[in-house]
């Protein structure tokens, strides 16, 4: 059973930091891009940032360019996101998600390119 288990969400203040993790189970992450993807009350999910099965490429949406970091250790079946410099903006439900599809050294940031979904972890920034 293929399954997507996302971890690191919580409470922060503007400015703080946190770091996602996405654990894969009843598969190898090697074989799929992996994105992060997030939804806020009322707004449709969105891509936040994507990595190619080796990790040579990623890419991001431009509102968090410069502050999110995603990373995969494939030794350990997972992938992360660094958020660094949050913004009460980047409050969201955040997803990860395994693309089925093989595209070589690229990865996509639309969510309809996924196959397989996480449960998602709740991020708040909040004074």
């Known amino acids: 059973q293929l399954q997507l288990v996302e971890s690191g969400g919580g409470l922060v203040q503007p400015g703080g930091s946190l770091r996602l993790s996405c654990a894969a189970s009843?598969?190898?992450?090697?074989?799929?891009?992996i994105g992060w993807f997030r939804q806020a009350p009322g707004k449709e999910r969105e891509g936040v940032s994507c990595?190619?099965?080796?990790?040579?490429?990623?890419n991001y949406v431009d509102s968090v360019k410069g502050r999110f970091t995603i990373s995969r250790d494939n030794a350990k079946n997972t992938v992360y996101l660094q958020m660094n410099s949050l913004k009460p903006e980047d409050t969201a439900v955040y997803y990860c998600?395994?693309?089925?599809?093989?595209?070589?050294?690229?990865?996509?940031?639309?969510?309809?390119?996924?196959?397989?979904w996480g449960q998602g972890t709740q991020v708040t920034v909040s004074s």
């Open positions: 998600a395994a693309d089925g599809v093989y595209r070589g050294s690229s990865c996509e940031l639309p969510p309809e390119e996924y196959d397989y």
């Open positions: 009843g598969f190898t992450l090697d074989y799929y891009a």
């Open positions: 990595i190619s099965r080796s990790g040579g490429s990623t």
